[in-house]
Each structure stands twice: as C-alpha cells, then as structure tokens.
C-alpha cells in the first residue's frame, strides 16, 4: 500500500502513479488487509503527512494497524524497500493542523494535534520505521500524555525514527503504557517538552532502546526517560544534554503495586540540568 502527500485526490488504487493520497486512508486499508493478509506494508512517500483528513480534530491521530510495517522515506518511483533513501527524501508526520507553528510563538501550537501518533493494542510484527514525529500538543485531560506517540497494550518495534518538538503533561515525545513493550533502534529524540519525561515516560510496561540519542529535551518537574513500575533496557546511546526539575538523564520511580528493572550498557549520560541536586 502506497501513499503520498502529492498524489491527486480522489485516492487511487495504492501504487505510485496513482498513491493514495491520504495517510489515515491507508492506514485504515492496512488494517482491513491485515485481516485477510500477512506481510502487510504501508510505504510513505516523501513530505508532510497530518492526521484527520483536514478536519482539523485536535483527537484525530495516525493510528496504527497491528501487524502492519508502516516505512517512510521515499521519492515515489521505487520498487523494492531498499531503495529508498529516509535522509534525501523525509517522510515528516506533524500534528501541525493549520500549517502555522512558529518555534518561538507557543500559541502558534494551540490546534496541533493531541497526539501524532497512537498504537492501541498493537501485536508483534508491528513497525513504524524510517520517519519523522513532530507538533504534537498533549495538553487536554485524558488525552495529555505522549505528544508524538501514544502506546498502550502496545508491541511494537521504532527504527529510524525521529521525534521533535512534542509536547504534553506526562511524556513529551512517546508515553508507553498498560503493559506495552516498545522497542526503539537508531531513534532521534530531541527537542521535545512536558511536565514529566521530557521525552519518554513509561509506566507498567518494557521500553528498549537501542543506538539511540535522547538529547535537548526539558521536564519542567521530574525526568528525561521516566520509568515507573516498568522495565528498562538501554544499550549503545547517548542521554545528554537534557534538562528537568530534577532527574534530567533516567528517573525512576515504583510503589506498592510494583518494581522497575533496568540494564544499562554502553551508554553516556552526561550534561543534564536539574533545578535541584539530582541531576543523573
């Protein structure tokens, strides 16, 4: 299945001269496909792609099917999935609603979407890869955790991805949840904002992250990568460069109900700001 920013609506048949022009459109014939198909994948061409179909639904999100391969970064006239190139042809899934973000205006946010991205009950096999994840504003009740992307109940695998400029209350680029186990590989995450976990909060659930650079992001109370009553394993990265209220590199947290695991290996953590004395 083929979709890209540039194709012509009404949507096509999902191949590149005729691409389906909206990415939900594709996401949706994904998950019926997956229904009756393995190997299911979603190839994203090349610009930007916002959620809701241009209705400006501040809930609206790409939701993403189980099972399904979801892969950015192409120009529109390959064939096989090697071909494609992420770096000269950025795939970018904005929660940017109205087109007009401007870095030093936080107002210019206040229609972005509430998360760019969710994964709801995702199985094994489920991959976003090869993107990048930005302007989401999780600031609404209920709805105000996770900016770039929401997991819960989810599996799922990130692979050359990028996540900036997020922002919400809890997890300012990805919260995981509800027994998620999410696993992260030469992911980017810089750049992005909340009150807790600047840029990952977990909470009863597995997140591993692998080479990854989790660097500029800002908690305004407590932690970078927030762990509660959830597991950790981070090997190969660099955590710097980071700034919160307090514990700006990992944080991490347990009560009565349960306990965090975590291995470490491999990895810096260096240059982090905190307001009080615990900065690592």
Do not use: C, K
């Not at 909060?201 to 500029?216: C, E, N």
């Amino acid at each position: 299945i083929r979709v890209s920013p540039t194709a012509p609506p009404p949507p096509g048949e999902g191949v590149w001269d005729d691409a389906l022009f909206d990415l939900s459109d594709a996401l949706n014939l994904a998950r019926l496909s997956s229904e009756r198909f393995e190997d299911v994948e979603v190839w994203v061409g090349a610009g930007e792609h916002t959620p809701g179909r241009g209705s400006g639904l501040r809930e609206t999100s790409f939701a993403l099917p189980s099972g399904v391969r979801v892969v950015g970064g192409f120009a529109g006239d390959e064939t096989a999935r090697d071909q494609r190139d992420p770096t000269a042809h950025r795939t970018v899934l904005t929660g940017d609603l109205n087109g007009d973000d401007e870095p030093a205006l936080p107002a210019s946010t206040a229609e972005n979407a509430l998360r760019v991205v969710t994964a709801f009950s995702t199985g094994a096999g489920t991959l976003l890869e090869g993107v990048t994840v930005t302007a989401g504003r999780a600031d609404v009740s209920s709805l105000d955790d996770g900016g770039g992307l929401s997991a819960g109940s989810a599996t799922r695998e990130l692979r050359d991805v990028y996540f900036t400029r997020n922002a919400g209350v809890v997890g300012g680029a990805i919260r995981v949840w509800d027994g998620s186990d999410v696993t992260l590989v030469d992911a980017v995450i810089t750049g992005n904002s909340s009150q807790f976990a600047g840029a990952v909060g977990v909470d009863r659930s597995r997140l591993a992250m692998r080479r990854g650079l989790v660097s500029g992001n800002s908690a305004t109370i407590t932690g970078t990568l927030f762990f509660q009553n959830s597991d950790a394993e981070i090997s190969g990265s660099v955590i710097a460069g980071n700034s919160a209220g307090f514990s700006a590199g990992l944080h991490f947290e347990s009560d009565t109900s349960g306990t965090n695991s975590a291995l470490v290996t491999n990895t810096l953590v260096a240059h982090t700001t905190a307001a009080s004395a615990r900065a690592g």
